[in-house]
């Protein structure tokens, strides 16, 4: 099992950037493929990227592509999002996940095990 603690958001101006980091407990955090997810106020949970268990290949939404970039630190327990060229439409409550399985899933909540609490991005026009 692993527990997942969010930080880094806050309040952003559109055009700016925010680094949100997911701290993770347990020494298995290498073993997991894990996730970014967002969720606006009252749509669906949406995915934004997936980074694989080495941290060699990641992959994003078509909205979110080319203007957000996940990286992990597996010696320290750490995954990130880095988010660039902030638009108002990109606030959200951002979730990081972890799933012990790869596939298809891994674009849908389902497809993850373990969920943190979240952190609130408001970016304003």
């Known amino acids: 099992q692993v527990q997942l603690v969010e930080s880094g958001g806050g309040l952003v101006q559109a055009g700016g950037s925010l680094r949100l980091s997911c701290a993770a407990s347990?020494?298995?955090?290498?073993?997991?493929?894990m996730g970014w997810f967002r969720q606006a106020p009252g749509k669906e949970r949406e995915f934004v990227a997936f980074?694989?268990?080495?941290?060699?290949?990641?992959y994003y939404a078509d909205s979110v592509k080319g203007r957000f970039t996940s990286s992990r630190d597996n010696a320290k327990n750490t995954v990130y999002l880095q988010m660039n060229s902030l638009k108002p439409e990109d606030t959200a409550v951002y979730y990081c996940?972890?799933?012990?399985?790869?596939?298809?899933?891994?674009?849908?909540?389902?497809?993850?095990?373990?969920w943190g609490q979240g952190t609130q991005v408001t970016v304003s026009s």
């Open positions: 980074i694989t268990r080495s941290g060699d290949t990641t």
């Open positions: 996940a972890a799933a012990t399985k790869s596939g298809l899933g891994l674009v849908s909540p389902v497809g993850y095990d373990y």
């Open positions: 347990g020494r298995t955090f290498s073993s997991y493929i």
